[in-house]
């Protein structure tokens, strides 16, 4: 079996050859992607969801990109679940994580990441003697206003992009949205029920010796 491994493997060779060329020629010839995965082999969506979320996040990976290259260089997209308008200042973490929709352990572990290099600090509540609110510190807030200069830019290169009107067009919606309550609906959590037993089983077992 051993001996004709090495005329397998040269038969083989111009297969893949051929499939390596064919796949550099549909690329030049601008044939679609065949990773499912990738930008260029997904089409525009037609539900709100994805015609949000693609901008949303790409807004947030600007906005990363932005300040890291302005001096803040431990800022990551998870962050952006603290930093997100309208910001920290004096919510207690419950609140932050309600809003991000993430657990309290998560954005704890976020505020964490924050307070240690110094853009968050948390202190006791006067309200409330077992919770704490976060505030922005100095650094927090630098980074606050360096956010506003970036979202200005973006918008300035989107509404070059599409045009004055439309693009005013775009805002007025998105803020008459802002304006509804299903645009800040929350999962409600169900309270637990007590299990109930099939017809009989109850029955059955206290019958047992």
Known sequence: M????????AARAPARSSARASARAGRRAGAPDPNPCSDAA?????????????????IQRRLIAGLNASGFPELRLPHM???????????????LA???????????????????????????ATDD???????????????????????????????RAVGDAPF???????ADLWTLDLSRATVATAPLRPRRHAPGRAARGAARP
């Open 81 to 95: 679940a603290v930093l997100q308008y309208p910001g920290p200042d004096g919510c207690r973490p419950l609140d």
């Open 168 to 174: 005013a067009q775009l805002k007025a919606l998105l």
């Open 42 to 58: 997904t089409p525009v969506p037609s539900l709100i969801g994805a015609l949000l979320r693609v901008p949303a996040q790409a």
């Open 129 to 159: 003697l077992r919770a704490r609110r976060v505030h922005l510190t100095k650094r927090g807030r630098a980074v606050s206003r360096r956010m506003i200069e970036l979202l200005e830019e973006i918008e300035a290169e989107w509404r």
């Open 2 to 9: 051993s001996s004709h491994r090495p005329l397998r493997e």
């Open 98 to 124: 309600r809003r991000a929709g993430i657990s309290k352990q998560a954005m704890n572990q976020l505020l964490k990441s924050l307070e240690q290099h110094a853009y968050v600090g948390r202190e006791d």
